[in-house]
C-alpha cells in the first residue's frame, strides 16, 4: 500500500521584498535652466560609482527642484501580485509618489521582475554603503527539507528581538522551506505564518512543491485543530489518564476536538464510529487517524498534521509526540481516518 504524501500547509513569504541597492536621486541646480520652468523632463539618477540611468518624472521637474533638490530612493524588483499601492505601504510612501517617479498612472498593472524607483519616507538623506538596510527574507521554491540537527522554530528571526519558540521538530522529520534569510530558513507553520530555524539544522532535498499544490494545502483541513493539539507535545503519557498529570491517545484527540465543539467519546474504538471516513489520499490537517492492535480492534488514534505526520500520545515514546505516519509501525495498523 502506498505511502500517504498529502503536505503541511505552507508560509506566506515576507511584506516586503528584498532591495537590490539604494541609489540617490540628484536633480543638480542647473536643471532648472535645463528643464525649463514649466516643462517635464526626465530626472537623472546617479549613482556613487557614476553610472546613471533616466527615470521618467511626470511631475514639472522644475517644481520638483524648487520642492526637494534630491530625492532618496531605493530600487525594488517587482513579485507576482504586486501593485503600486501594496508596494507603497511597505515603504511608507503613497502610490503617487512611486507613479509620480517611474511615469506610472495609479492604475498601471506591474510586471513581475521590473524595476521601479522607491522614494525613501520623508525624503531621508542618501544612504551610505555601511547604512544600507538589510535585505529581507527572499521567496524561493518551495521544497521539503529534513531536520538533520537540533534546532528550534522560532515566530521571530534570531536577532530580531522576537523569538517565540513554536517548536523543536525532531530529528528526521521533514518541513517546507519557502524563504531564506540569511542563517535561517523560513518554515511552513500549521496555521499558514512563517516559523524561522537555523539553516545548518535542515538539509534541503530536491522534491519540490509547485504552487497550485501549497494553495491547495493551505486551503483545506483543520489546522487550528491540529495547532491545538501541538499545545501537548512533550506531555508524559500515562493510559487512563487525566489531564494535567497524563494523557492518553484517545483522550488528547477528545480534548482538542472538544475545545473546538466537537463532542468525541472516550475511547478510540467508539471515536472511530465517529464522523464522516476518509481515504488516505485525502488526508487534511485536523483529521483523526485510527490504528488497530494485533487482536484487530481499534486501540490507538491520533491527528493528522499534513505532510505524512501525525501527533499522537504515544505509549512507546512516553510522551504526546509526532511520527510519521509512512513508518511501518504505524502504516501496517493504519485502518482509517476520520472527519467532524
Same mark, same amino acid.
Given at each position: 500500500m502506498?505511502?500517504?504524501?498529502?503536505?503541511?500547509?505552507?508560509?506566506?513569504?515576507?511584506?516586503?521584498?528584498?532591495?537590490?541597492?539604494? @541609489?540617490w536621486l540628484v536633480l543638480p541646480v542647473f536643471a532648472a535652466a535645463l528643464c525649463g520652468l514649466g516643462g517635464s523632463r526626465d530626472a537623472v539618477a546617479s549613482t556613487g560609482s557614476g553610472a546613471s540611468g533616466v527615470v521618467q518624472a511626470s511631475e514639472p521637474a522644475a517644481s520638483l527642484l524648487l520642492r526637494q533638490a534630491a530625492i532618496g530612493? /531605493?530600487?525594488? /524588483?517587482?513579485?507576482?501580485?504586486?501593485? @503600486?499601492?501594496?508596494?507603497?505601504?511597505?515603504? $511608507?510612501?503613497?502610490?503617487?509618489?512611486?507613479?509620480?517617479?517611474?511615469? @506610472?498612472?495609479?492604475? +498601471?498593472?506591474?510586471?513581475?521582475?521590473? +524595476?521601479?524607483?522607491?522614494? @525613501?519616507?520623508?525624503?531621508?538623506?542618501?544612504l551610505r554603503a555601511h547604512d544600507a538596510p538589510t535585505p529581507g527574507p527572499r521567496s524561493i521554491q518551495p521544497c521539503y527539507a529534513i531536520v538533520t540537527g537540533r534546532g528550534q522554530i522560532t515566530r521571530g528571526?534570531? $536577532?530580531?528581538?522576537?523569538? /517565540?519558540?513554536?517548536?523543536?521538530?525532531?530529528?528526521? +522529520?521533514?518541513?517546507?522551506?519557502?524563504?531564506?534569510? $540569511?542563517?535561517?530558513?523560513?518554515?511552513?507553520?500549521?496555521?499558514g505564518s512563517t516559523g524561522w530555524i537555523s539553516k545548518q539544522s535542515l538539509r534541503l532535498t530536491d522534491?519540490?512543491?509547485?504552487?497550485?499544490?501549497?494553495?491547495?494545502m493551505l486551503s483545506g483541513g483543520r489546522p487550528d485543530i491540529a495547532q491545538e493539539a501541538l499545545r501537548y507535545l512533550g506531555t508524559p503519557y500515562r493510559y487512563g489518564g487525566r489531564l494535567p498529570d497524563g494523557i492518553d491517545c484517545s483522550l488528547l484527540i477528545q480534548t482538542v476536538c472538544a475545545a473546538h465543539g466537537i463532542a468525541l467519546p472516550r475511547t478510540a474504538a467508539s471515536q472511530f464510529e465517529v464522523g464522516r471516513p476518509v481515504n488516505y489520499t485525502e488526508l487534511l490537517p485536523g483529521d483523526r487517524l485510527y490504528f488497530v492492535g494485533r487482536s484487530g480492534v481499534v486501540n490507538h488514534t491520533g491527528l493528522y498534521l499534513g505532510n505524512g505526520q501525525f501527533v499522537h500520545a504515544s505509549s512507546l515514546h512516553g510522551c504526546v509526540t509526532i511520527d510519521e505516519l509512512s513508518e511501518r509501525l504505524y502504516w501496517t495498523r493504519f485502518v482509517g481516518a476520520r472527519r467532524s
Open positions: 502506498p505511502s500517504p504524501t498529502t503536505g503541511l500547509p505552507s508560509a506566506v513569504r515576507g511584506s516586503r521584498q528584498p532591495v537590490r541597492q539604494a @541609489l530612493y /531605493e530600487i525594488y /524588483e517587482v513579485s507576482d501580485g504586486d501593485t @503600486l499601492q501594496n508596494i507603497a505601504a511597505r515603504f $511608507g510612501v503613497s502610490p503617487q509618489r512611486i507613479g509620480n517617479l517611474n511615469g @506610472l498612472a495609479a492604475s +498601471s498593472e506591474l510586471t513581475p521582475g521590473q +524595476s521601479l524607483a522607491v522614494p @525613501l519616507p520623508g525624503g531621508a538623506a542618501p528571526q534570531t $536577532g530580531s528581538g522576537a523569538t /517565540e519558540i513554536l517548536y523543536q521538530p525532531p530529528l528526521g +522529520s521533514r518541513l517546507i522551506v519557502t524563504a531564506d534569510q $540569511g542563517s535561517q530558513w523560513g518554515i511552513v507553520m500549521i496555521d522534491e519540490a512543491i509547485e504552487p497550485e499544490q501549497l494553495e491547495v
